[in-house]
RNA sequence: GCGGUCAUAGCUCAGUUGGUUAGAGCACAAGAUUGUGAUUCUUGGGGUCGCGGGUUCGAAUCCCGUUGACCGCCCCA
């Protein structure tokens, strides 16, 4: 193959692609829009600087960075969070509450590409500020579960697992590890469904074996599966942390379930998510086949903000890649086929006809309608099987017998049927049947 | 960053122990068909066999390197 090929995980989007990537996006804007977010947009390159406050210098491993021109260090954006807290940040003082965004951007990350996970990709994030309280966690589950539900999604496709970083912290406070213990059992937790009981080798090189008493709980709460279970486990602390942890979880519960979505929901406390930023409820969603990398992921990150030198701004966000949504959409044949298919398809007889059909096709796109014709004279059999193939619903017949009688054959290309109107009524009839 | 599998037309693939000018189906284009589309038939364009080197009289085929894709590990904001 001559030539050059795109980069490694790099992907073109030919029109076939580009249409599926427009429909996502179509979903994922309807759905936010509906939900009351504000579309916002932000540079694709940001210092480097920024993401390692934010995430620590390792990060750097995982970036498109260079240093540029004028010798900044810059990096590709890999996420969206940083350069939100960022925006919000800058005019906090002026946004009414609660501030409610959303986006649909490119990102980049320099790592091996795999099924699912590309080294440019495209994210929705949705974030909401200044909202403590678990009202803002019911309305990103709903808008997440929205996001996917749109497409025709069911609650037998995916699902949303919902955890907490918080009450693990206070459930193992209240089991009597210290902090560093905690971080170290959360890390455990995160890998344990992979690793099985390998997970916890880091925890006995850094802390000594655990109590087999201790491991027991922990493992017991990694299977709660239920509110109820969640309460059952929790009775016998008296903890004011833990108790007012649960009363958000009734909450969140309570409020997603009344939306009628308590289908899409599972609690599941082996959510912890990898990097430690996150400070209440976490949530992931799946498919539910398991086949596929997580479909989006988000949580609560209540000190980034000020972390990045900005006021103290309470936060939750999520985000959805378009990978793996594609795959899912892909699998469950919920793709559609013609999404920018023109509704009118022009059928020209010669070269008088094609002068005579070249005013009323600038008149109907004028009018807005989508509408094709062939570039050279065809025979009529040719130009209907184009027609046909294009997806149209209708052709506009201009031969020579019309013409001359002032009208045009209007088809219809599903049923085969024909009628003729006045030429000078076609814009009006096609507006009206197509209503536009 | 590490390991495994693979790479032939736009797509899916065939190609014998190394042997003449590398094939098929689909797709695309033209014609049969100058006023009616999903059929059929005919014809055509399109390949430096991923790229580079080596072995050989001769390489799509064997060897080495390299690039990319897929799968797994690390990571997953």
Not at 51 to 72: C, H, M, N, V, W
Not at 186 to 213: C, N, P, Q, S, W
Not at 277 to 296: H, P, Q, S
């Amino acid at each position: 193959m001559a030539g050059f090929q795109s980069l490694p995980g790099f992907r073109d989007f030919y029109p076939e692609d580009f249409s599926r990537r427009q429909h996502i996006f179509r979903g994922w804007r309807t759905a936010a829009t509906s939900f009351g977010f504000q579309e916002y947009d932000a540079p694709v390159l940001e210092p480097l600087e920024l993401y390692k406050t934010k995430s620590g210098d390792e990060i750097e491993a995982q970036l498109f960075s260079f240093t540029d021109k004028g010798g900044r260090e810059v990096s590709l954006r890999p996420e969206m969070t940083p350069t939100v807290c960022r925006m919000v940040g800058e005019k906090a003082g002026a946004l009414k509450r609660p501030i409610k965004w959303f986006s649909i951007a490119e990102f980049y990350r320099y790592e091996r590409a795999q099924k699912g996970r590309l080294r440019a990709f495209h994210q929705f994030n949705a974030d909401i500020f200044g909202e403590a309280g678990p009202e803002a966690e019911i309305e990103l589950i709903a808008l997440l579960i929205q996001c996917l539900a749109g497409f025709g999604l069911t609650k037998d496709d995916f699902y949303v697992r919902l955890s907490d970083r918080d009450l693990w912290f206070f459930y193992l406070e209240a089991l009597g590890f210290n902090d560093a213990q905690a971080r170290s059992v959360l890390t455990a937790i995160d890998r344990y469904e992979k690793a099985g009981d390998d997970a916890f080798k880091v925890y006995t090189e850094a802390h000594g074996v655990m109590d087999a008493d201790k491991k027991d709980r922990v493992l017991a709460f990694l299977r709660i599966k239920s509110l109820a279970e969640l309460e059952a486990a929790l009775a016998a602390f008296n903890s004011e942390k833990l108790t007012a942890r649960l009363a958000d979880w009734r909450k969140v519960i309570a409020g997603v379930s009344a939306m009628g979505l308590a289908d899409f929901i599972a609690v599941d406390l082996s959510v912890v998510r990898g990097l430690a930023y996150y400070t209440g409820f976490v949530f992931e969603a799946f498919d539910r086949k398991g086949d596929l990398r997580a479909l989006a992921g988000g949580g609560r990150y209540n000190d980034l903000v000020r972390k990045l030198g900005y006021a103290d701004l309470p936060a939750v966000g999520f985000a959805i890649g378009d990978v793996t949504t594609g795959l899912l959409i892909e699998q469950r044949g919920l793709a559609p086929a013609h999404s920018t298919a023109p509704q009118v398809y022009v059928v020209i007889g010669g070269a008088a006809e094609r002068t005579a059909a070249f005013g009323d096709i600038q008149a109907l796109r004028a009018a807005g309608l989508r509408v094709e014709y062939p570039f050279k004279d065809l025979a009529f059999g040719k130009q209907f099987k184009a027609a046909s193939d294009s997806g149209a619903k209708v052709a506009l017949i201009y031969g020579g017998d019309e013409v001359a009688k002032g009208v045009v054959k209007l088809r219809d290309l599903a049923d085969r049927s024909e009628r003729e109107i006045p030429r000078d009524q076609a814009v009006a009839t096609m507006r009206d049947l197509l209503r536009c």
